[in-house]
């Protein structure tokens, strides 16, 4: 089944929209959040738990699997999905982020990347080819162009120089791709400048990706320049594919930017947060490790209803954390992934009930005054 | 509902039996495996899991929920039961085993052990009416008596010592005891030497426990010393009572234990195993972490209807291992523990098909031409 992207509504007062994705294993409702599988499993969770907890598709990281266990060997194995027993929706990204981020182990060449592998410092050329290589013999249901994740801060120059390798790769991404059933999306970047933003938009748009994303906004920038880019740039992407903001964020960052038409979200915040004891409500969050948990029998949140609240208490779940059991990340992690697909289900009644702008400033004035 | 042993059926030609325990929390068939979860937690597993293994009762150990997160502060909470979501029969030891563990740190008086605490150092006192209370406010099914556990290697002196201070203890455990619903069992020591073990025996069977234990078995002697100790003094337990074998074992000594009569086992090997990636079978137990298995798409065992083997490939297993994935260790657990369930279940058939015989024959041969 190729891929397909639905636009049901569009909000009347901000850019929010409600929309549907059909991929080649299965529908994604969106504004969609995906859960981080980095190495072929979201940390701690069994697929059921993720399914569980209402996520659709979730995120694997091709960096990571290539170097271990390898793309061939999962290829082999039957794909990332058979590989990993989930069944539903996979998007994959291409790689850069993570070798961009080795800092002094790569070099950044016209053709591609070379990089030193974290694990072993073996020597790797990553290229646009390559990416896409990869991530057709993982199977995935969405492939990421190999992109320049341009730092922050950079330079006009150095953005403009970074802007236009990622378009060159992005046009390479697209010539090699062979799967027909597999998406390929494309990336904006063009750092902190709105100008070489659109700049970056107008070079890629015109190759006709299945979906677009935001790069390069989370890398470090302050929080006002992310929402700056997001704001101007989201409406202008083409309103009848997704667009996804890449490595975002936090509630109130995903609030925000469903509100300037973003369909697509990924983020570690959910389960590293859940695996060092932050767990998130709609009211205050919950450190559990606070000893005034100690003897608390209620749930993180008494309005939730995920596994961890409908059976286990504050004072469980701090014993837990405190004494360093396994159990803890697992309990945690269903939470917060539960919280992150309440909010998305919340945010997605919210503009089918063209209620969404109300939504977006009572959950935001909450969050801002505790 | 008060505690009950229901010898079903006992084998011709071993010592194996066939039971029913009915507990507060319900009923429990013998021979019976309990996992071990030492802080409130079996490690890795929620307790669906540990049910859908197959476990009807598990074990949590004293010492450390005394500690932390405090038995007073369980009992706030609504007891063991409630605090960790196990609604079924729970074992708690006395705390013994782990005091006398920490060397040391601790020192014996007639009256009871005076240790400090490996998390914070401070300075407890466990008395046998301490071990009462404090398994009374924890709320298990099943109490065990405060006891001294004889080291290995022990005098004949030290050892007779020893025996007579643990049936002083019991006698004051029997006297403390509140709780009606609580059953509480004996443990017969006597070290290494069979005639101690018989006096051990005489002292504290008069005493008249729900159940007997054998302790002392599984703490460094060589293998043939316990499977004599377990097969002359098993037997001369009373008929009509549950025989519990404390900290035993692999597959194979629980298979012997059973044919002298034992009817409960605990042990930390399903999950610690598991945890290091040591996975059971029939067979050949698997080292997943093994380079062998990196493209083996077959489950741990072809002929296991676990969770993880009805789902995950050797070579997913191995992937997950070697990242240091934390659903390793959930995935691994939930492996071993429904092998170990397998194994009781196969026992139980086999005493009840009068094939036990033939199974214990089968099984260690299987075992030892590995």
Not at 227 to 248: N, Q
Not at 331 to 354: K, V
Request: hydrophobic share 35%; with cysteine.
């Amino acid at each position: 089944m190729p891929f397909q992207f639905d636009l049901i509504k569009k909000d009347t007062a901000t850019s929010a929209r409600l929309g549907s994705m059909t991929t080649a294993h299965g529908a994604v409702q969106t504004p969609a959040f995906m859960p981080v599988g980095t190495q072929g499993t979201v940390k701690s969770m069994l697929p059921e738990e993720i399914r569980n907890c209402g996520a659709e598709i979730i995120l694997s990281n091709t960096y990571h699997l290539y170097l271990r266990p390898g793309h061939e060997t999962i290829q082999n194995l039957g794909g990332l999905h058979t590989f990993m027993n989930w069944p539903g929706p996979i998007l994959t990204d291409s790689g850069g982020f993570q070798v961009f981020s080795l800092g002094a182990l790569r070099k950044i060449t016209p053709d591609g990347v070379m990089f030193r592998s974290h694990i072993d410092g073996s020597r790797h050329f990553l290229t646009p080819q390559k990416a896409i290589e990869i991530q057709e013999a993982l199977g995935s249901d969405i492939m990421m162009c190999l992109d320049e994740c341009t730092p922050y801060p950079a330079t006009i120059a150095e953005t403009e120089k970074s802007l236009n390798l990622t378009a060159a790769w992005a046009q390479l991404c697209k010539n090699s791709k062979k799967k027909s059933e597999q998406a390929l999306f494309g990336i904006i970047q063009g750092g902190s400048y709105l100008d070489l933003r659109r700049q970056s938009l107008e070079k890629t748009v015109p190759l006709d990706f299945d979906g677009y994303a935001l790069g390069g906004v989370s890398v470090g920038e302050p929080k006002e320049i992310m929402y700056k880019i997001t704001d101007a740039i989201a409406p202008l992407l083409p309103a009848d594919k997704p667009r996804y903001l890449m490595g975002v964020g936090t509630p109130e960052d995903i609030v925000f930017g469903v509100s300037c038409g973003i369909d697509m979200f990924d983020c570690v915040i959910p389960t590293r947060c859940a695996r060092h004891g932050l767990l998130f409500t709609n009211s205050e969050n919950v450190v559990i490790k606070n000893a005034r948990w100690r003897e608390d029998n209620n749930p993180i949140d008494e309005n939730c209803d995920c596994y961890t609240c409908k059976n286990y208490s504050r004072a469980y779940l701090r014993h837990l954390y405190v004494a360093g059991e396994i159990l803890a990340m697992v309990l945690n992690t269903i939470h917060n992934i539960h919280y992150y697909m309440r909010l998305m289900r919340d945010i997605r009644q919210a503009i089918s009930d063209n209620g969404f702008t109300k939504f977006k400033e009572d959950f935001l004035n909450k969050k801002m005054t505790l």
